[in-house]
Nanobody, 126 residues
Framework: QVQLVESGGGSVQAGGSLTLSCVAPEYTYRNFPTAWFRQAPGKEREGVAAIERSGTTTYAASVNGRFTISQDNAKNIVYLQMASLKPEDTAMYSC????????????????????WGQGTQVTVSS
């Protein structure tokens, strides 16, 4: 089964930084957007940031200005640089890849993505 592979999670104190990486399959990466989602215990999955190959990005309001999504198209890798981390950023972070066109307004809606990674845990302590 095709999956995406995330890495880079860990534990950090509030105010710290982490960078997550996601390697996506080339045949879908080439044409469709990639996004990061997160899910904390007892909460619904939340879209964090998305990027398409042209470079257009979308961010959730809760992370705008603190997180940066970027990509390396030669390696099919999408990064999520997280700065000024807060305890409420604690969650399992997963990347997802679309295999169809996703309208800009839906880029942070998980139902539009059909390829997912296993996730990487991010824990921010106060």
């Amino acid at each position: 089964q095709v999956q995406l592979v995330e890495s880079g999670g860990g534990s950090v104190q509030a105010g710290g930084s982490l960078t997550l990486s996601c390697v996506a399959p080339e045949y879908t990466y080439r044409n469709f957007p990639t996004a990061w989602f997160r899910q904390a215990p007892g909460k619904e999955r939340e879209g964090v940031a998305a990027i398409e190959r042209s470079g257009t990005t979308t961010y959730a309001a809760s992370v705008n200005g603190r997180f940066t999504i970027s990509q390396d198209n030669a390696k099919n890798i999408v990064y999520l640089q997280m700065a000024s981390l807060k305890p409420e950023d604690t969650a399992m972070y997963s990347c997802a890849q679309g295999s169809l066109y996703i309208p800009l307004r839906n880029r942070l809606v998980p139902e539009w993505y059909n390829l997912w990674g296993q996730g990487t845990q991010v824990t921010v302590s106060s």
